[in-house]
C-alpha cells in the first residue's frame, strides 16, 4: 500500500512542478515564428489613419489575394491584417492600392501594431520620403502645413509603394523580438500536466489489481467495468465526470477571455459584437444603474425602440448591473456559463428520456461543444439560444414522461428573451418533434393524440402568456420590420417566389459537409467568410459515423429516425424548406443549424445505446460510413477546392478529421467485441472528450480569433477616443436637446450608443420603420448597398442635418471651409467641434402643409427645400385645416437671405425643452395661431403626447416623424415613451403567472 506522503510526492509535486515549468517557459519565449509579407491595402473615400496589427493567424482568404500574396481591405477606421505562419513568405515592402479613378485621397499617419501594442509610427513625412508612386497617382505630395499626404489616383490601376525592400527592417525586428504570452503553450501545458496526473493515477491503480490479475489485459477490463458501473449507478461520479468533462475543455476554450488578458469581444467575422453588442450592452447597463428603463433611445439613427428580449439574457444580468467599466471583462465568464449550463440542461434531458449516465454525458458533451454554440456562439445571443432549446427538451420531456408541467412554461417564457422570430421557429419544431414522440411511445391513436397535443398547447399556450410582457411588444415590432410584408423589396416578398423543389447551390451543399465534419475546415466561394450565416452542422465526428446504422435492421424506431434525416436533408437540399421554416424572413442557416445538431445526437446517441448494449452494431455499415465520409473529404479537397482555393481550407482541419475517423473506427469496432468493449467505452468517452479539446478549444475556432486586448479602454482608442472629451465640453456648454454628427467613426454607426449623444447614424436590425420610410421618400443613401441596416447619416444633405436637429459637427481634421452653417467652436485634444448656426431644436411650428402625393413629384433637390416652408402630411382628416402651399413658391433654390429667413421661421415659434428623461420629454410652446408642432422624433405607436394635461393624436408628419396640431395659446407638452402594448404584455404576463400559481398549488395539494 502507498502512504499519503508517498501518494502525495508521487502524485501532486511532480504534477505541480511540471506545470510550473512549462508555464515558465511559455511567458519567457520569444515570438520567432511571424513573418513578413507584402501588404496590399486599398483605400476607400475618407480614410486618412491607417493602422495595421498582426498576429500569427492566416485568416484570409483566396479572394484577398494579388498573385497569390495576400493583402488586407479597409474596415474603417483601421486596416486589420494578420500575418501567415507560412515561412517561406518573405516579403519586405508595403503597397497601397487605390479604387480605380478614385480621385484625391488624404493620408495623415500609419501605424504599425503587434497584437495592441505600437510597434511603429509614420507620420506624413515618414510616408512621403519611404513611399513612390506609380504612373496612376497623378498627384502625389507633401502638404507640411497640414501634415498630411495628397495623393490624387487617375488610372486604372494607382498605387504607391514602399521605395527599397529594407525599409520596414526596424519594424521586423520589433516584431521578432517581442515577447507573447501566447496562451498555446499555457494550454498544451494544462493538458500534459493533467494527462501525466491521470496516467500515474491510472498506473498506480492497476498496480493495485495486477496482484489478483492474470494479465494486464484483465487489470484494464476491471478498472473499465469498475469506472463504467460507477458512472451509470452512482449518480455523484456520472456527475463529477460530467462537469470536468464540460468545464475544462471551457477553461482552455475561453482561457484568455477567463484571465481578463483578452475581451469576449471580436475583431474578424464576428466583429458584430464589437459595433453591435457591446455598444447595447452598454446603453442598457448605462441607464439601469440610472435608476431608469431602457425603452427608447435617441442614440441610435434618429432614434429607436430598445425594448428587446435580450435585455432579460440571464447570463448578462450580472455584467449589466456590474456597469460599463466591469462589463467587458465578465463577458468571457458569462460565455463559459452558457457552455457549462446548456451541457448540464441536455444531459437532464437525454436522463428524462431514459438515456444512461454514460451515454447523456456523452451527448451533453456534443451538444455543448457543437459548433453552433462555441462559432456561431461568438455573436453571444446564439449560446442563450442553445441554452434556451436544451431547456425547452426538458420541458417537453418532463411534461411527457412525468407529467410535471411546471418547467415546460418556464423554458417556453424563456425562450420569449430571444427575438420573438425564434419562438415562431421552435413553435413548429417543438409540435412536430411532439407528435413523434408520444407516437413512438404510445403509438398512433387519434383521439389520445389530439388530446395529449391538446394539453400540450395550453401549458404552452400559458408559458406564452406568462412571457407576454415580451411576446406582445416584439411581436408588433417584427411587423414593422422592413424584411417583412408591406415593404416592396422586402426579404419576405423575395423568398415565397422561390421554386419549391429547386436544388441549393452546390457550394452550399459543400460547405454545410464541411462544416458538419469540423466546425472550421474552410469556406466556399458561395459563402466566402459568412461565418454566421453559412451551414454549421458540427456535433462530433462520432455522431456521423453512427447515423448510417438507422439502416440497420436491429435498431428499433429507425423508421422515425429515418424521416428525421429526410426532413433534414430536404431543408439543406431544397431552399424553399429552408425559407418556410425560417418564415420567409431569412436565408440563412442561423437557426436551424441548432436544431439539426439536435437531430444527429438524438439519432446517434439512440443507436449508441441500442447496438452497444444489444450487440448488434452493423459492421458494415459502420465501415461504409467512415470510408464514405473520408472519401468525400478527399475529393473535396482534391477536386472541388482546388489550389485557387486553398488558402480558404484549414488543412489542420482536414488532418484532424481523417485522424478522428480512424480512432473511431478502431473504437467501434473494438465495441463489437465482447471481450473488449468495456475498455473501449472508456476510451470512447476519452476520444469524445479529446475531440472536443482539440476541435473546439485548440482549432481556429477560438485560440486563434482576433480579441480585443483587455487594455482597450485605457489606451484612448475605439469608443474611448478623444471623442469623449469633446462631449464632455459640448454638455458643459450646452445642456439643450440635440443631435450630434461626426466626419469619422470612433469604431463604426453606433458609435452614439456607446459614447452617449444623441446621434443620426445606425447599425441596427430594428431600425425604426418610419426613419427609413423618410428616408426612402427623401432619396437619402443607405449603407452597405442599400440595406435596411445601415444608416450612415444625412451630411451630405446639410438642410436634413438642420431640419432634424444636428447642432454640432466633430472632425479629427480642422477644416477651413467648414460645411454650410457651421462654425468653429473649439479643439479637445485633436477632435475639433463645429456649431450650426442654423439648428432647428427638438420641434417647431408649420403652419401651412404640403400634401404627400404632391411631394413625391418633386425632385430631390427641391424636397430639403420645401420642408423648411411646409410640413408633408398624408391625408385630409385632420383636426382644422391648414392653408396648402404653393409649390411653386416655396420649392425654388434658395438663395442665402431667403434660406436664413425660411430658419428664422422655424426658430420663431419653437419647442423649449424644459427636462428630458430617458422615456419622457416635457416642455413649452406658445403658439401665436394654429399650427402643426413637428417633432424630430421617429413616429412610433409607443410615444404619446399630451397637452395641457389631455392626450392628442399623433399625425405622421415629414414623411416619418411625429406631428401635432396644436391651437393658439400657450402651451404644456409632455411627452412619454413606452412600447407598443407593453401594458397589455405585462398584464398578461400577471393573469398567467396567478393562473399557474393556482395550478401548482392545487397540484401539490391533490391527494
Known amino acids: 500500500m502507498l502512504s499519503n506522503r508517498s501518494y502525495i510526492f508521487r502524485s501532486i509535486v511532480p504534477l505541480i512542478i511540471l506545470f510550473i515549468g512549462i508555464s515558465l517557459f511559455v511567458f519567457n519565449r520569444t515570438n520567432a515564428s511571424l513573418t513578413t509579407v507584402e501588404l496590399f491595402i486599398t483605400i476607400f473615400p475618407d480614410d486618412h489613419f491607417f493602422e495595421f496589427f498582426y498576429s500569427e493567424n492566416a485568416y484570409y482568404s483566396a479572394e484577398k489575394s494579388i498573385g497569390g500574396i495576400p493583402y488586407a481591405v479597409v474596415n474603417r477606421p483601421r486596416v486589420v491584417f494578420h500575418i501567415p505562419k507560412d515561412r517561406r513568405t518573405r516579403y519586405q515592402n508595403i503597397r497601397f492600392d487605390f479604387e480605380k479613378h478614385a480621385g484625391e485621397r488624404k493620408i495623415d499617419a500609419i501605424n504599425f501594431y503587434f497584437e495592441d501594442t505600437l510597434l511603429l509610427h509614420w507620420d506624413a513625412a515618414d510616408i512621403y520620403k519611404n513611399f513612390s508612386p506609380n504612373r496612376f497617382i497623378c498627384n502625389y505630395k507633401y502638404d507640411s502645413s497640414n501634415d498630411h499626404i495628397i495623393a490624387e489616383s487617375c488610372g486604372i490601376d494607382p498605387f504607391f509603394s514602399t521605395k527599397e525592400r529594407n525599409d520596414l527592417s526596424e519594424l521586423y525586428g520589433k516584431i521578432a523580438n517581442i515577447k507573447t504570452h501566447d496562451t498555446d503553450f499555457l494550454i498544451y501545458a494544462f493538458l500534459i500536466s493533467i494527462a501525466y496526473f491521470l496516467l500515474q493515477e491510472y498506473c498506480i491503480f492497476l498496480y493495485r489489481i495486477r496482484r489478483d490479475s492474470t494479465s494486464y489485459l484483465d487489470a484494464h477490463r476491471r478498472v473499465s467495468s469498475t469506472i463504467l458501473k ?28 477567463l484571465v481578463f488578458t483578452k475581451f469576449y469581444i471580436f475583431r474578424d467575422t464576428a466583429i458584430d459584437t464589437y459595433v453591435q453588442f457591446w455598444p447595447y450592452y452598454a446603453y442598457i447597463s448605462r441607464t439601469l444603474l440610472s435608476g431608469q428603463l431602457p425603452f427608447w433611445s435617441f442614440g441610435l439613427g434618429l432614434g429607436t425602440n430598445m425594448y428587446r428580449g435580450d435585455m432579460f439574457d440571464p447570463f448578462m444580468l450580472f455584467p449589466m448591473l ?27 434531458y437525454l436522463r428524462t428520456m431514459g438515456i444512461r449516465r454514460y451515454y447523456a454525458i456523452i451527448g451533453s458533451l456534443l451538444f455543448a461543444f457543437s459548433g453552433h454554440n462555441i462559432l456561431r456562439g461568438s455573436w453571444w445571443h446564439y449560446s442563450t439560444e442553445v441554452v434556451s432549446f436544451a431547456f425547452l427538451l426538458l420541458g417537453f420531456e ?19 428573451i430571444l427575438q420573438p422570430f425564434y419562438w415562431f421557429h421552435y413553435t413548429v419544431i417543438l409540435f412536430l418533434y411532439g407528435t ?67 436544388i441549393n447551390d452546390i457550394s452550399v451543399l ?67 424548406f429552408q425559407y418556410a421554416v425560417n418564415a420567409f424572413m431569412s436565408n440563412y442557416y442561423k437557426v436551424s443549424s441548432l436544431w439539426i445538431i439536435w437531430a444527429f445526437i438524438f439519432i446517434s446517441i439512440h443507436i449508441l445505446q441500442q447496438t452497444i448494449e444489444g450487440d448488434s452494431l452493423h459492421r458494415l455499415l459502420l465501415l461504409a460510413g467512415v470510408i464514405g465520409i ?57 476520444t469524445v472528450f479529446t475531440e472536443v479539446i482539440v476541435v473546439s478549444a485548440l482549432s481556429e475556432t477560438m485560440t486563434h480569433r482576433k480579441k480585443l486586448n483587455s487594455q482597450y479602454p485605457k489606451e484612448r482608442i475605439g469608443y474611448y477616443d478623444h471623442t469623449l472629451e469633446a462631449l464632455e465640453y459640448i454638455r458643459s456648454i450646452d445642456n439643450n436637446f440635440y443631435r450630434i454628427d461626426k466626419s469619422y467613426n470612433s469604431v463604426y454607426l453606433n458609435d452614439a450608443l456607446f459614447q452617449n449623444y444623441n446621434g443620426t447614424k445606425s447599425y441596427w436590425s430594428g431600425n425604426t420603420k418610419s426613419t427609413l420610410n423618410f428616408i426612402r421618400e427623401l432619396g437619402v443613401p443607405l449603407g452597405r448597398g442599400g440595406r435596411h441596416h445601415y444608416i450612415i447619416g444625412f451630411w451630405e444633405r446639410p438642410m436634413l442635418n438642420t431640419l432634424i436637429g444636428v447642432r454640432y459637427f466633430l472632425s479629427l481634421e480642422r477644416q477651413e471651409e467648414p460645411p ?63 392653408p396648402e402651399a404653393d409649390l411653386n413658391e416655396i420649392g425654388s433654390p434658395l438663395e442665402e437671405q431667403e434660406y436664413r429667413e425660411a430658419i428664422r421661421q422655424r426658430k420663431k415659434v419653437s ?42 393624436e399623433m399625425h405622421l408628419a415629414n414623411c416619418g416623424f411625429i406631428g401635432v396640431f396644436l391651437d393658439q395659446g400657450d402651451h404644456d407638452v409632455h411627452l412619454h415613451y413606452r412600447p407598443f402594448y407593453l401594458r397589455e404584455g405585462i398584464f398578461l404576463s400577471l393573469i398567467s403567472m396567478v393562473f399557474l400559481c393556482i395550478l401548482l398549488l392545487r397540484h401539490r395539494f391533490r391527494p
Not at 408588433?476 to 419576405?492: A, H, M, T
Not at 395661431?929 to 392628442?952: A, M
Open 230 to 257: 460507477r458512472i451509470d449507478e452512482e449518480n455523484g461520479t456520472a456527475w463529477c465526470v460530467l462537469i470536468i468533462g464540460l468545464t475544462v475543455p471551457a477553461i482552455i476554450l475561453y482561457f484568455d477571455t
Open 322 to 348: 456590474a456597469g460599463n467599466d466591469l462589463l467587458p471583462y465578465l463577458l468571457g465568464y458569462a460565455q463559459f456559463f452558457r457552455i457549462v449550463t446548456s451541457g448540464i440542461l441536455f444531459f437532464l
Open 398 to 416: 418532463r411534461f411527457l414522461m412525468q407529467r410535471k408541467f411546471l418547467t415546460l412554461v418556464l423554458s417556453v417564457s424563456m425562450f420569449l
Open 436 to 502: 413523434y414522440r408520444y407516437i413512438s411511445l404510445n403509438g398512433f391513436q387519434f383521439s389520445r393524440t389530439v388530446s395529449f397535443l391538446s394539453r400540450l398547447c395550453f401549458w404552452y399556450g400559458l408559458g406564452l402568456g406568462l412571457g407576454g410582457f415580451l411576446l406582445i411588444p416584439g411581436a408588433l415590432e417584427i411587423f414593422k420590420d422592413p424584411r417583412f410584408v408591406g415593404n416592396p423589396n422586402s426579404l419576405f416578398d423575395q423568398l415565397t417566389c422561390a421554386p419549391l423543389f429547386r
Open 510 to 576: 459543400i460547405t454545410g459537409f464541411l462544416r458538419t465534419v469540423a466546425i472550421h475546415i474552410g469556406f466556399l466561394p458561395k459563402w466566402k467568410s459568412d461565418t454566421l450565416g453559412s451551414p454549421l452542422f458540427y456535433c462530433g465526428l462520432s455522431t456521423l459515423i453512427l447515423l448510417p446504422q438507422v439502416f440497420n435492421k436491429r435498431v428499433s424506431g429507425r423508421k422515425g429516425y429515418v424521416i428525421l434525416l429526410m426532413l433534414c436533408t430536404a431543408y439543406v437540399l431544397f431552399p424553399f
Open 630 to 686: 473520408g472519401s468525400a473529404l478527399v475529393y473535396i479537397v482534391i477536386y472541388r477546392i482546388g489550389i485557387n482555393n486553398f488558402n480558404a481550407f484549414n488543412f489542420n482541419g482536414f488532418i484532424s478529421a481523417i485522424v478522428f475517423l480512424v480512432v473511431y473506427l478502431i473504437l467501434f469496432m473494438m465495441l463489437s467485441f465482447k471481450s473488449m468493449k468495456n475498455i473501449a467505452l472508456i476510451l470512447f468517452l476519452l
Open 820 to 882: 454650410n452653417g457651421y462654425a468653429y467652436l473649439h479643439s479637445v485634444n485633436g477632435i475639433h467641434i463645429y456649431r450650426n448656426k442654423d439648428y432647428l431644436p427638438l420641434g417647431f411650428l408649420y403652419t401651412s402643409y404640403i400634401p404627400l402625393k404632391a411631394f413625391r413629384k418633386l425632385p430631390p433637390e427641391e424636397k430639403d427645400i420645401v420642408l423648411l416652408k411646409a410640413v408633408v402630411l398624408e391625408g385630409e382628416n385632420f383636426p382644422f385645416p391648414l
Open 911 to 952: 419647442f423649449a425643452v424644459q427636462r428630458q428623461e430617458q422615456n419622457d420629454i416635457f416642455g413649452k410652446i406658445s403658439c401665436p395661431e394654429k399650427g402643426l408642432l413637428f417633432l424630430s422624433i421617429p413616429y412610433h405607436k409607443g410615444w404619446t403626447v399630451s397637452v395641457d394635461g389631455e392626450r392628442q
